[in-house]
């Protein structure tokens, strides 16, 4: 939502290593994913359903303001809508170089704190009572996902279900170790976006494929055959 | 009787927004005792626990571990000190019996490094709980009393002194229940554990119980040795059922009885 205003509003980024799209996306998650704490919340705690309602609600709600920002667009709305379907023809040298210096930055910090992670696994208030402190790292996760995630738009817009199958799939190869899990679902997300983006190239060539129809394409059987197979997991 | 002090409940009262579920608890919890909450449900037991791990801050009163105030510890020091077992654990995680029970190691461990003992530790929780001959196996795919176990052996694994446990029986047959008890008993026995456990079975409390505080509606109703606070008078007024108390000739333990409810 925060990259669409920038890009029919015309929002320019206060900070000069950023562009609009990122700087704005980042304010966007950082919103979206507040909210989605705030209401998935109950007595200090959060509960995985509670999380998924709360963030079904927040992503129907921004939805609806994309929409209108849709509408009120004119000359940018080719822009916007390339921005929607994902893919790299549309990135430039400038938002690369904020992605290679600042990705590996993020995925380091995230790797950092990764046996914290695995001590939530079993809930919050038993990570509480082994010393993890537990306000804090959700704090630094949330702020990384919007902050990752702000980057990785601003490059190549809306790409959908890498993020979603991926770190599922390691899972089930890897387990569940966040030390083991994090680096490669990493290394093995940017290879199927690769992958992905080639297919897309190539299977229509000389035109091309948006690479989030091709990542839908394959992520989405793959992601309710896992959601079948992964009955009794995470609460499912 | 001159003994090393571990915890002090001083005076706790709690409230859940306006409803006040926990009012004037006291007790003290000597090193290498094990001390049992008893209490019909929604008598406060586990809030109590909880205030006691410093997850819920009490209205009034204060919890001391080691004569410091609990909430003045870092989280890692009182995790040192302090391992806790939930009524409710987490629904799932595909973490193998071995990964879960070493995140209990967390608080010693430095990052990247393991800690000396960890592996110790790790396999003494596993050899008490019973938990070695499913070690490699994924946590999600036990059965509700393996888990119990496996949830216990990653407190166990902690190595904290003082073990709070809500319910820790729960899902356990006869024969593990008593297993793991009188696990828990030894350790305290040899002064390397103390226990604060939630326990709804009253002859399990009369097996292995120092001492009880029996709750009512969050309010104290005794706290002592268990033949002179579970009497027929005291579990009919916390409990509101009929229980014939007895004596075990071999052991010595008094047993229970329920018969009926009284209304």
Known sequence: ?236 | MDRNIVLQVHNVSFAYEKALVLKNISFSVGQGDFIALVGPNGSGKTTLLKIILGTLIPREGEIRLDGKPVLSYPPKERAKKMSYVSQQPSAGFPLTVQELVSLGRYPHEERFRQAAGDTQAIEEALRLTDSLPFRERKFTALSGGEKQKVLIARALAQTSYLLLLDEPTVHLDLYFQLQILNGLKTLCSEGRSTVVAVLHDLNLVSLFADEVLLLKSGEPVAFGKVAEVMNEGSMRDAFAVEVAVSRDSQSGAVYFLPRRPHR
């Open chain 1, 1 to 236: 939502m925060g990259a669409a205003a920038a890009l029919v509003l015309g929002f320019t980024s206060p900070l000069a290593m950023f562009t609009g799209v990122s700087f704005f996306s980042f304010l966007g998650s950082l919103l979206a994913l507040s909210l989605v704490f705030y209401f998935g919340r109950r007595d200090g705690y959060f509960s995985v359903f509670r999380l998924l309602l709360s963030g079904l609600g927040v992503g129907l709600l921004f939805s609806s303001l994309v929409a209108v920002l849709m509408i009120m667009a004119e000359e940018e709305l080719k822009a916007l809508i390339f921005f929607f379907m994902g893919g790299f023809s549309s990135a430039s040298w400038e938002t690369t170089w904020m992605a290679i210096t600042l990705v590996p930055v993020c995925v380091w910090i995230a790797f950092y704190y990764a046996r914290e992670l695995n001590v939530l696994l079993l809930g919050e208030e038993t990570a509480l009572s082994s010393g993890v402190n537990t306000r804090r790292i959700q704090a630094i996760y949330a702020i990384l996902a919007a902050f990752l995630t702000s980057i990785s738009v601003s490059v190549a817009g809306l790409i959908g279900f890498v993020g979603l199958i991926i770190p599922h799939m390691v899972r089930m190869v890897f387990g569940a170790d966040h030390r083991i899990l994090l680096p490669v679902t990493f290394l093995l997300g940017g290879t199927f976006l690769i992958l992905c983006d080639t297919i897309a190239k190539v299977v229509l060539a000389p035109s091309e494929l948006p690479v989030g129809v091709v990542t839908s394409l394959f992520g989405v059987p793959v992601f309710l055959y896992l959601l079948k197979k992964e009955r009794g997991e995470y609460g499912l």
